[in-house]
């Protein structure tokens, strides 16, 4: 009966934790049903959806606990009506005993239905993405129901002992007039005011300085959680600090619908800027994940033509000057042996390796930190071949090409050794990474310069260096299968240091495994934050109008106009809910050079495409918080006019 006439609070609450069972069970489902599969890439894909399927629980167990928070503030005031009425608090706690009990076996029972339905749909959705053939046969793997009902079983329970706890805390009379107590007018916290500025002054500061890719992953979480402790900080803080600078200007201040507004919302912001804080928090996730998994997963065959700029990649490690000729002997003799020549062939020795720069200096490094770069050292005769120039050096001289650096001074230090920089070059388009990574390309007059390098960098800051010799490749038609599958034995045989023997098209195999899992587990996030977003902005929304309820009936008494209490409704409503929107804008564009070094981590360099994706999904995610705004306000207003 209590769940039947409080179903305002009730319904959505079920239907939101009933989605949120059905997500996280989907999520292990299709992981089991991945393992289980023989699909290609299931290690890397199972790996990545176990992991995503319990950071999903957690969050999901998060998203319960703030919803239930709501309900029990509504629920209070008839807890303390049965206590005054005769009821026992432990004739309470049975009848919430059974209300969670009800409450939580509906919402297990139809999320585990639902998702045994969407499973199987939802795997052949992963293969589909990944691009793996399927055929659709339904399976429910009971080991998933049982993790499912016992991860949330143990969720109801905590939610059960604190609501318990809460009530039993709190004498009757407390609880009779929990609903009815009002707020004091906050004081402005400037000391909170200003963390706020700093915190998120830091955080701003941390992603627009960021240098490199490397900077961007070890850098942005420090800056993800000064974002979020400034948000919280300003919105409690800042927004009491607005609401009174408003209230000062006396022209704006003195109209009834500015001045219901703004003192109604004075007086209750403190509750207020928690939920409108947790409303930008979450929609800024929405924004970055959305974004980022979309891009990655349509920017593919970017990535893929940035690391593999030909059909075949092969490489071995330089141990004398034949070596490199051994090696393009022994690709030609294979595809020979399959009756296929080789096309667009490139071969260069090279010297890669992270080094810091500073006034012209490059110094080795043992990791991509800081202010390092990637350095690429080429012979001469390697990068003319390559451009189809005939340019010359001296002993002293180098060519230069650099990609997101700046190198101001007409000469280079490399680990000490000056080299004048004769001209500067453009980069060679098999290089593909260097192109799109933070660096610099040095060519050497000479082999006998690179491994006087290799020597002189043997040990230092702990690192290991080797001259490499990297050889591409297309073929000139479709090579049978056995062809792939015999060259790595058959070039072992004539190259006994060989390293990399690799093809793009299993590249591209991978690629699509890894993007597509990503694009696939942040769907199921992004549709966990919509849920925990939309549960907020509704029972904040119908909190806001129990509360206004009474106030609004006496300015009805006195005076003020059916017009005039929606005209106001909508400003209130419009102030609070789209700040938030706003604040994510804000963060996200803030946030944009980082996440383009974070992408570029994963050699996603494409910025026209991911600037394309933030700005579809910050459209997209407008018109969904929109209808959620409209849809919610006419709740409000539902509420605040009944009579």
Same mark, same amino acid.
């Given at each position: 009966?209590?769940?039947? %006439?409080?179903? %305002? ?33 299931? @290690? ?22 703030? /919803? ?75 080991? @998933? ?29 407390? $609880? ?52 979020? $402790? ?18 000062? %200007? ?21 509750? %207020? =800027?928690?939920?409108? =804080? ?50 393009? @002997? ?49 012979? $001469? ?72 390098? /290799? ?29 792939? =599958? ?15 023997? @690799?093809? =793009? ?67 209130? /409503? ?70």
């Amino acid at each position: 009966m209590n769940i039947r %006439n409080n179903k %305002n609070i009730y319904l959505p609450y079920l239907l939101a934790s009933s989605l949120i069972v059905m997500l996280f069970y989907s999520l292990r489902s299709v992981f089991s049903m991945v393992t289980a599969s023989s699909a290609g890439g299931r @290690e890397i894909m199972g790996a990545m959806l176990q992991l995503s399927s319990w950071i999903c629980g957690i969050l999901s167990l998060a998203i319960l606990f703030y /919803v239930n928070s709501f309900i029990m503030k509504r629920r209070k005031k008839e807890f303390g009506l049965y206590s005054i009425l005769g009821m026992e608090k432990r004739h309470i706690c049975l009848v919430m005993i059974w209300e969670v009990l009800f409450a939580g076996a509906a919402s297990i029972l139809c999320g585990i239905l639902f998702g045994a339905l969407s499973g199987q749909l939802l795997f052949l959705l992963l293969l589909k993405i990944v691009g793996l053939p399927a055929a659709l046969q339904f399976q429910i793997p009971f080991g @998933e129901v049982a993790a499912t009902v016992v991860l949330f079983g143990i969720g109801f329970f905590l939610l059960l002992c604190y609501d318990v706890v809460s009530v039993c805390r709190t004498d009757p009379i407390a $609880l009779l007039r929990s609903e009815k107590e009002g707020e004091r007018e906050p004081k402005t916290k400037w000391a909170v005011a200003l963390l706020g500025f700093l915190t998120l002054g830091g955080g701003y500061l941390l992603a627009l300085t960021v240098q490199s890719p490397s900077d961007a992953v070890s850098f942005f979480f420090p800056a993800v959680f000064l974002v979020i $402790l400034g948000t919280y900080c300003l919105f409690v803080a800042g927004s009491i600090l607005f609401l009174k600078l408003l209230r000062k %200007n006396k022209g704006f201040y003195y109209q009834p619908k500015n001045f219901i507004s703004i003192s109604g919302m004075l007086y209750r912001m403190k509750q %207020n =800027a928690v939920g409108l =804080a947790n409303i930008c928090i979450l929609s800024t996730c929405v924004l970055v994940t959305l974004s980022s998994t979309v891009s990655l997963f349509l920017g593919e065959e970017d990535i893929l033509r940035v690391q593999y700029p030909r059909q075949m990649m092969t490489s071995c490690l330089i141990e004398t000057e034949k070596s490199g000729p051994e090696l393009v @002997e022994a690709c030609r003799r294979h595809a020979q042996g399959y009756g296929i020549s080789l096309q667009n062939e490139v071969g260069y020795a090279s010297l890669n390796y992270p080094a810091g720069y500073h006034d012209g200096s490059f110094l080795a490094s043992s990791v991509y930190s800081g202010s390092v770069y990637e350095v690429n050292v080429i012979p $001469l005769d390697d990068y003319n071949r390559m451009m189809g120039t005939q340019l010359e050096l001296s002993q002293d001289e180098t060519l230069l090409a650099v990609s997101q650096m700046q190198v101001d001074t007409d000469r280079i230090w490399l680990e000490g050794t000056a080299y004048k920089i004769r001209e500067r070059v453009e980069m060679p388009s098999c290089l593909g990474r260097l192109s799109s990574y933070p660096g610099a390309l040095a060519v050497l007059p000479d082999l006998s310069h690179l491994e006087r390098l /290799v020597q002189q960098m043997e040990g230092m800051d702990g690192g290991r260096y080797h001259l490499l010799y990297y050889y591409y490749y297309d073929l000139s038609g479709e090579a049978p299968a056995e062809y792939y =599958a015999t060259l790595r034995e058959d070039l072992l045989g004539s190259v006994p240091r060989l390293l990399r023997t @690799e093809t =793009a098209q299993t590249a591209r195999e991978n690629f699509y495994q890894i993007y597509g899992s990503l694009l696939f587990v942040g769907i199921f996030f992004i549709c966990l934050f919509m849920i925990a977003t939309v549960l907020i902005i509704y029972y904040k929304q119908i909190t806001e109008g129990f509360d206004d309820h009474g106030r609004f009936r006496i300015m009805r008494n006195v005076g003020l106009s059916d017009r005039e209490i929606r005209s106001t409704i909508n400003k209130q /409503v419009l102030l609070v809910f789209f700040l938030p929107l706003g604040m994510a804008v804000v963060h996200i564009a803030v946030a944009f050079p980082v996440l383009c070094k974070l992408l570029l981590a994963f050699n996603m360099a494409n910025q026209p495409l991911f600037l394309g994706c933030t700005a579809g999904a910050v459209l997209l995610f407008g018109m969904v918080y929109y209808a959620v705004y409209h849809k919610t306000s006419k709740t409000y207003y539902r509420i605040v006019q009944a009579k």
